[in-house]
């Protein structure tokens, strides 16, 4: 199978995974989502609130780090195989503009569309119109990430109250038919970073768009800039200059000048090689390998200590994020003290008030209780057991008794540090620990 055809193919998996991603739902909670409007993160079925993101920075590391290995190890495969620019860009040129209405040649994207026949004109603007509709069906899953599919089809009932998603859903729309049909693969060349940093990543072990110059031969040579300027053709070279991997490639470049930043790893060329080397029974010239494995005939290690560093860093950001992902509190409690310090009560007990404000981020109804840890010297002197229903937040008061006197600093008061527990009649497993401080005035204020 050609790698057009894998292309296509693992094109056609991730078009159909990422519009099927937003209406996956595990327990009632998304498979992927990041509200803003309502200040959650969902991931594999855990919702995690704005205070409890200290997940999301391992998992940011992670898609850095495994961006910088995949290059590493792989070259370019994520613009070639997975980038959306270059799947927005074969959908409009291979799809619309080639099989669809037959603009221009599959084989041939060198050239460009001559638009002065009326027909060629009417075909130019159904295909601006039907990447239109595509560009506001892809701008509308995108918003699904961030507004889950059931609340933005209400919303978009409402424009004069969601007027920022109707603005974010066209300005995303524009700049995809703006990008798609008029920047074209520039976008990659000249706005995308990406391709800036590759030089500094890859090394003779990494798997990229490699011509075999040991059995092509060496086509530019001594600065030479166009084909015309070549050196003597030899007899135990192979290359025909065909110029069929020039023609087919879509960023417009010449892989046999070697590594260049225009360079996708799309494969088209070496497609295009293995048909004209095909019918002379040989293989492509041009093919996905190391410069190692190519052109110096020695085996690639993908475990160099670079690769190995990488591959840890990864295991670390997934093993430090599912232990922070295993600390998800199923409630929220926050504790407030109240302006008054302290109240000394008879036989010079003292006791302290707070503030308690219980979020039930669950789907379920739960009655929350409170537990002192330190059960030698503080009580509960008052809290009511709290029903909370699923996303409300109740405040309460808690307070706090010494059982005896204490005899403490005869200067100044002091702070007492004490826990208590928090949780769930129900599910007394959904329990929250929290410190607090106790405030005890000096001796000579206790009677």
Known sequence: MSYSKKRYITYAIITLFTLTVPFITINGNHLLLLSFDKLQFHFLGFVFNMNELYVMPFLLMFLFIGIFAMTAMFGRVWCGWACPQ???????????????????????KQKDINYSKNNTKIKKYLAIFLWSLLSLLASINFMWYFVPPEDFFEYIKSPEDHFYLYMFVISITVFLIYDIIFMKEDF????????????????????????????????????????????????????????????VCPTHIDIRKGLQVECINCLECS???????????????????????????????IFTKRNIVYMASLV???????????????????????????????????????ILTFHNTSDKTYTYKIEILDKKYFE????????????????????????????????????????????????????????????????????
Not at 219 to 226: C, L, M, P, V
Not at 387 to 415: C, E, G, H, N
């Open 188 to 247: 990659c060349t000249f706005v995308c970073p990406y391709s800036r940093i590759q030089s500094v990543l890859y090394d003779d072990d990494t798997k990229q768009v490699v011509y075999n110059t040991n059995r092509g031969g060496v086509i530019y040579e001594n600065g030479a800039k166009s084909i015309f300027d070549v050196k003597q053709w030899m007899t135990n070279e192979e290359c025909t200059t065909c110029e069929a991997c020039v023609k």
């Open 271 to 301: 497609d295009a090689c293995s048909t004209v080397m095909g019918k002379l029974g040989k293989e492509s010239l041009i093919s996905w390998g190391s410069t190692n494995s190519v052109l110096k005939d020695r085996l690639s290690n």
């Open 380 to 447: 509960v002197k008052r809290f009511k057991e709290l029903k909370v229903r699923p996303k409300q937040k109740i405040k309460t008061v808690l307070i706090l008794r010494t059982k005896q006197r204490i005899y403490l600093s005869d200067k100044k008061d002091t702070a007492l540090k004490t826990k208590i527990k928090a949780y769930a009649k129900e599910n007394p497993k959904l329990s929250i620990e929290r410190e607090l401080s106790f405030i005890h005035p000096r001796n000579d204020l206790i009677k």
């Open 86 to 108: 270059t799947i927005f860009r074969v959908v409009y040129r291979d799809l619309i503009e080639s099989w669809l209405l037959g603009l221009r040649r599959i084989k041939n």
């Open 316 to 354: 670390l950001c997934l093993i430090l994020a599912g232990f922070f992902a295993s600390k998800k509190e199923y409630f929220l409690l926050n504790i407030n003290k109240t302006t008054k310090l302290y109240k000394v009560e008879k036989g010079g007990k003292v006791s302290n008030n707070y």
